[in-house]
């Protein structure tokens, strides 16, 4: 009896090992039943010390406004190897010569290209397993900026760094009187753009709004302003410069001119444009422009205003004795 008892507990624990393990396998999800192996995907060569120094040395860094030139004193230092630090001075061909490596083209390079172009020749030549270099301009020998034209004190100026077109005319004394209000600045080697044209407004805040960076080696040309003439019965015959925003007005011309005389023929004035040296003549309703019945218009440069004589005066004087007096009129900027 005791063997039976035995077997029959042995048979219901085998029952329900089994059933237990039946309830496991249905809980287990379908996908997780087969095995499918994961594809990895393929390993790629890992990029040499090398090609990532010399991918450094020709990728261009942030943009800098000062860059290497012939003439430049570089300190070049290499971390823990302090016999290989060096003082050189550019040579006009652009390079620097400098211990194991000899010549290295530097020049329209900024500090930071310079280094990983001297670190990559330090690698490729098995000199160094690990370079780190650092240059640091101690001297700018070269690119002062040109400011020429109508300032008080023109000339070249020194400048470590990018600096704005208010403090350079600043620098170089400020506007003279007959001014031109339209700036050109010439940018130097390697700037995409060559020329840019820069409106200098009288009004603080559009100057402010107009004021752009000069680089180290650019040009700064600042015109004279045109001349407009007036001649004929005014109380002072002369030429003027357009410095308000470098335009002019037919009543702002007269009111520099002090006004026209009693003895004037304001319907007979005449304005005369020089356009590439060819002259051409129309009425001037100055009368009516006076009284605000015709729009004051406005004038270009070498335009002449002529405000005939009354009486027999005015039949003396024709349009080639006019332009003759302008051409020899005096100016009357800033009075």
Known sequence: MRGRSAISVQRSACACLTLLAGLLFACVPASAQKFQPKVLPPVKDAPTVGSALAANAAKPSGKESLLIGPGDLLHVTVLREPELEQRARVLDSGNVSLPLIGDVHVAGLDPAQASATIEAKYLVGNYLKHPSVSVFVEEYATQPVAVLGQVEKPGTYKITTAR?????????????????????????????????????????????MANVMVDPGDTILVPKAG???????VGRPGGYAMENESRMTVLQAIALAAGVNKTANEKKTRVIHNVNGAYSEELLPLRKIEKGEAPDELLQANDV??????????????TSSIMASASSALIYAGR
């Open 164 to 208: 704005t077109l208010l403090d350079l005319l600043a620098m170089a004394g400020g506007l003279t009187p007959i001014a031109d209000r339209h700036i050109m600045v010439e940018r130097g080697p390697g700037a995409k753009q060559r020329e840019e044209r820069v409106f200098l407004s009288n009004r603080s805040d559009d100057a402010l």
């Open 227 to 233: 001349i407009v003439y007036v001649l004929g019965d």
């Open 305 to 318: 205003i002529y405000v005939p004589f009354s009486f027999v005066k005015n039949v003396v004087m024709g």
